[in-house]
Every structure is written in structure tokens, then in C-alpha cells.
């Protein structure tokens, strides 16, 4: 019976484990994962805003590894992988042994090296679900009054949740917008106003570069570098995040942006594959769901290449405004032509170079918009119907013959 390891409990190793026991009847499956359940991280900030119960982001029936034959073993990390025994060894000191082993440990967040921010007991990263409830306690054991570095994905949805309980919210940004990856300066002028509204404050263009500290070595003011000092209870930071590959020392895995692997997603050592964010290839939740399926189906014995992700992809849903964006959004690339579209309640902005759809921004309604991930995804020649760019729809490219790029029609 063949022994297959997982590490991690996230979009990638929950998948795979799904994935490897519709086609192992016999396998013997083992998912491990620091988290003491499963949870969707998209999801965290409704746990944070008290929206939803922690149960309410499980995104697997609770009955999951029962019926799926699954031995899950949380609340427990691995901190060790001895790739020549093949075994892995855990926090408490037991080892597990595998013939094929899944790394989907995914990313931890990073604290900036800022003065007194690696070693003060009030700076708070959002990546788990023990960060949703350790920022809970600092609301009742700080204070209300929350700086978040960083106006990402992960800032905002942390925004979001404190000002629905109640808390005074600071976002500092290095770039001059909201969002910056993700928004043109028009989009993100509408999701700053939806905050401010809610009363967020933002400092842009401004880094944070120095803190004051109480007797206790906790954090009470942050220092920006325009001059301004910002009085704080606690911190989050929300500026970046790397792979999380500590526990790899000495295993023999190369280590590149992120777990080195090949189109198989299998890393230079036989018998270990990686999926997810740990990979570098993505940072997104449906993309870390596809690798899993895929490396799962690879450690089964499939020869399946992981589709390439979309650069930049990412959807966000922010006091009821939507927004889709794929690709780089630089207006100022050379030979891109850029179209946009300002409605009552949607923006759109289309960058085309060659011909060819290269990225979309789509902020407002963003129903039937799988065209444009299409056109991006295939490149395929717009001709005349670039003029029409936000009128598209499939029909419009029927006929059309990826393999030889041409329109051909039947009669
Ligand atoms: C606040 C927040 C909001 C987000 N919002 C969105 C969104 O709206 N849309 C979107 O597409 N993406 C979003 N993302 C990104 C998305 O959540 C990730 O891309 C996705 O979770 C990656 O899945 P993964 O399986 O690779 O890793 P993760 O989901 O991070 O799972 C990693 C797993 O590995 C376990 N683990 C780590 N180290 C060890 C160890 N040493 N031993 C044992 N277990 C270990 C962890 O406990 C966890 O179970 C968001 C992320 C965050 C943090």
C-alpha cells in the first residue's frame, strides 16, 4: 500500500489529498498542518470582523478526512524532511514516514525590518487563523487604534474587518495608490473612498521607517518617512510574504523563488513534488488548488504539465465593489494601446500591445469576463475588434484555430 504525505492543509494540500483518493482507492493518505483546522484564508477577514464563525471557513465538509479515508494531523508542524530515509519528522518528535511526499506549506508573512518591529509583542501578521485570533485579543488588550503597513489584498481585508468591529485604522503604502499591483489610479481612488468612508485614514507615497516603544517593548507610534509620527495600540503587518521552506534545511530540495520544481511541479529530489503558494509560481487560491490536483495526479503516476498561471491575477470584493484585474497594469510600456470605459458603476481598462489583449482591469460589474481571460491566456489576434474591446463576447472568435491561428469555417 502505497504511503503518500502531505504537508499542509491549505488550497494545495486539501485538493491533492481529495484528488489522490479518487484515484488510490488503497493509498495510505496523510495530510499534516500546523493549523488546528481547515480553513480558507480568502475567508480570514470575515473570522476577524466576527461575520462568520471559524467553523463557517472550512471549506471542507467536516466530515472530510472520514470519508475520504484521510489521516489528519493537525496542530502539528514538520520540522524536518530526511529525503534518503524518506520520513518526515514532526515538532513532537515522531516521524512519518512516505513514498511520496506533497509540499504545500504555502507563504508566511514578513516583518519589515523597521525598528523595534521584529522583537515587539504587539506586531501581528494575517495569514492564519491564529493571526485572526491573536488581533482579536489585541483589540481588548491594546486598544483600538490599528497601523497597518501595506494596502495590499491582505492590508485591506484586515481594514476592512477591524473597522467593522469598530477599530480606528491607519494603512500605510509605499506606493502613491491603494492596491498598487492591482489598480490604476482610478480604481484605486474608488476602493480609497469606499475605506475612508468607513474610516480608514491612508498615508501614500510614505514608508514606515522607525517606531517608538513603551517600557513594556511594545509599539506605540510609528514613524513615516514624510515626518509624521502615527500613534498606534498594535501593528499588522501586510507587506510581503515568502515561502515558508524553513523546515527543508539540509533535505537536499532546491530552494529557488520558491520550492524549485519542474513542469510536473516535482522537485529535484524523486518521490517529492510541491504545490501552492510555496512554489513561487502564484500567490492565488485557485491556482494553489490546480497545482495540488495536478502534482497529485503526477504522484499517482499521471504525466500531467500544471497549466501556467495568469500573471497578476486577482479578484477582490471590497464594501460591494468588485474588481478584476489580470496582467501588468503599466500605462506607460511602450507600444501599448490603452482603452477605457467609465459607466455609472463600472470602470474598465483594456491595455493591448500587438494586437493582442496583454491585461484587463475591470472594476464594478465583472460578470462575463472569462472572454478576456481567454483572449489574455490564448493571445489571440483582436484585428478589427479591438475597437470593441469591452463588447466582446466567445462568438466572436468562433472559428478561430489556435494551433494555426487562423479563422476557419465549416462549408
Ligand atoms: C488574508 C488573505 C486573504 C487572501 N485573499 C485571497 C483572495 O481573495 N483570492 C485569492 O485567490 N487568494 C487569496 N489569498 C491567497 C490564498 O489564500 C493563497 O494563495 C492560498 O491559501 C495558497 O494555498 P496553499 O495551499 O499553497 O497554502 P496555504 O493556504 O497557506 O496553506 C499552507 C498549509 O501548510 C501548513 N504548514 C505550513 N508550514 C508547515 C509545517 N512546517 N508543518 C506542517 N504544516 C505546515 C499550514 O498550517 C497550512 O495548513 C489570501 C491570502 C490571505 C493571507
Known amino acids: 500500500m502505497e504511503r503518500f504525505?502531505?504537508?499542509?492543509?491549505?488550497?494545495?494540500?486539501?485538493?491533492?489529498?481529495?484528488?489522490?483518493?479518487?484515484?488510490?482507492?488503497?493509498?495510505?493518505?496523510?495530510?499534516?498542518?500546523?493549523?488546528?483546522?481547515?480553513?480558507?484564508?480568502?475567508?480570514?477577514?470575515?473570522?476577524?470582523?466576527?461575520?462568520?464563525?471559524?467553523?463557517?471557513?472550512?471549506?471542507?465538509?467536516?466530515?472530510?478526512?472520514?470519508?475520504?479515508?484521510?489521516?489528519?494531523?493537525?496542530?502539528?508542524?514538520?520540522?524536518?524532511?530526511?529525503?534518503?530515509?524518506?520520513?518526515?519528522?514532526?515538532?513532537?518528535?515522531?516521524?512519518?514516514?512516505?513514498?511520496?511526499?506533497?509540499?504545500?506549506?504555502?507563504?508566511?508573512?514578513?516583518?519589515?525590518?523597521?525598528?523595534?518591529?521584529?522583537?515587539?509583542?504587539?506586531?501581528?501578521?494575517?495569514?492564519?487563523?491564529?493571526?485572526?485570533?491573536?488581533?482579536?485579543?489585541?483589540?481588548?488588550?491594546?486598544?483600538?487604534?490599528?497601523?497597518?503597513?501595506?494596502?495590499?489584498?491582505?492590508?485591506?481585508?484586515?481594514?476592512?474587518?477591524?473597522?467593522?468591529?469598530?477599530?480606528?485604522?491607519?494603512?500605510?503604502?509605499?506606493a502613491d495608490r491603494v492596491m498598487p499591483l492591482q489598480t490604476d489610479a482610478y480604481a484605486a481612488s474608488v476602493y480609497q473612498a469606499a475605506f475612508e468612508k468607513a474610516g480608514c485614514k491612508f498615508k501614500l507615497?510614505?514608508?514606515?521607517?522607525?517606531?517608538?516603544?513603551?517600557?513594556?517593548?511594545?509599539?506605540?507610534?510609528?514613524?513615516?518617512?514624510?515626518?509624521e509620527s502615527i500613534p498606534c495600540d498594535f501593528i499588522i503587518v501586510a507587506a510581503g510574504v515568502r515561502p515558508k521552506v524553513d523546515f527543508l534545511k539540509d533535505s537536499g530540495i532546491e530552494i529557488e523563488r520558491g520550492i524549485g520544481v519542474n513542469e510536473f511541479l516535482q522537485t529535484n529530489i524523486p518521490n517529492v513534488y510541491a504545490a501552492g503558494d510555496v512554489t513561487g509560481l502564484s500567490g492565488v487560491w485557485p491556482d494553489a488548488m490546480e497545482q495540488g490536483k495536478t502534482a497529485a495526479m503526477n504522484m499517482c503516476g499521471a504525466v500531467l504539465e500544471y497549466e501556467k498561471p495568469y500573471p497578476f491575477k486577482n479578484t477582490s470584493n471590497f464594501y460591494g465593489i468588485t474588481m478584476l484585474s489580470v496582467g501588468k497594469l503599466d500605462d506607460k510600456e511602450?507600444?501599448?494601446?490603452?482603452?477605457?470605459?467609465?459607466?455609472?458603476?463600472?470602470?474598465?481598462?483594456?491595455?493591448?500591445?500587438?494586437?493582442?489583449?496583454?491585461?484587463?482591469?475591470?472594476?464594478?460589474?465583472?460578470?462575463?469576463?472569462?472572454?478576456?481571460?481567454?483572449?489574455?491566456?490564448?493571445?489571440i489576434p483582436l484585428g478589427d475588434l479591438s475597437e470593441k474591446v469591452f463588447n466582446l463576447s466567445f462568438a466572436d472568435f468562433y472559428g478561430y484555430n489556435e494551433n494555426t491561428g487562423a479563422y476557419e469555417f465549416a462549408g
Open 334 to 379: 511602450e507600444g501599448v494601446k490603452i482603452c477605457t470605459h467609465k459607466g455609472k458603476d463600472s470602470y474598465k481598462k483594456a491595455f493591448i500591445k500587438d494586437g493582442k489583449l496583454q491585461s484587463i482591469l475591470i472594476q464594478g460589474d465583472i460578470s462575463n469576463t472569462g472572454i478576456y481571460l481567454y483572449l489574455i491566456r490564448k493571445q
Open 205 to 227: 507615497g510614505v514608508s514606515a521607517n522607525d517606531s517608538v516603544v513603551d517600557d513594556n517593548g511594545n509599539i506605540i507610534a510609528v514613524q513615516l518617512s514624510n515626518g
Open 5 to 174: 504525505v502531505i504537508i499542509g492543509a491549505g488550497a494545495a494540500g486539501i485538493k491533492a489529498a481529495e484528488r489522490i483518493r479518487k484515484m488510490e482507492d488503497d493509498a495510505q493518505i496523510t495530510v499534516i498542518s500546523i493549523d488546528d483546522q481547515v480553513h480558507s484564508r480568502c475567508m480570514l477577514h470575515k473570522v476577524l470582523g466576527k461575520e462568520r464563525t471559524e467553523k463557517g471557513i472550512n471549506f471542507v465538509p467536516e466530515n472530510f478526512f472520514e470519508v475520504n479515508k484521510i489521516r489528519f494531523i493537525d496542530t502539528e508542524a514538520v520540522t524536518r524532511v530526511d529525503t534518503k530515509k524518506q520520513e518526515v519528522t514532526l515538532a513532537c518528535g515522531a516521524f512519518v514516514p512516505y513514498d511520496k511526499l506533497l509540499l504545500a506549506t504555502g507563504s508566511a508573512y514578513v516583518v519589515p525590518p523597521i525598528p523595534h518591529f521584529r522583537e515587539a509583542g504587539n506586531v501581528f501578521g494575517f495569514r492564519d487563523l491564529s493571526d485572526a485570533r491573536a488581533i482579536q485579543t489585541a483589540l481588548d488588550t491594546y486598544g483600538k487604534n490599528v497601523f497597518i503597513v501595506g494596502s495590499g489584498l491582505v492590508g485591506l481585508d484586515a481594514a476592512s474587518a477591524l473597522t467593522h468591529l469598530g477599530g480606528k485604522v491607519t494603512i500605510a503604502e509605499m
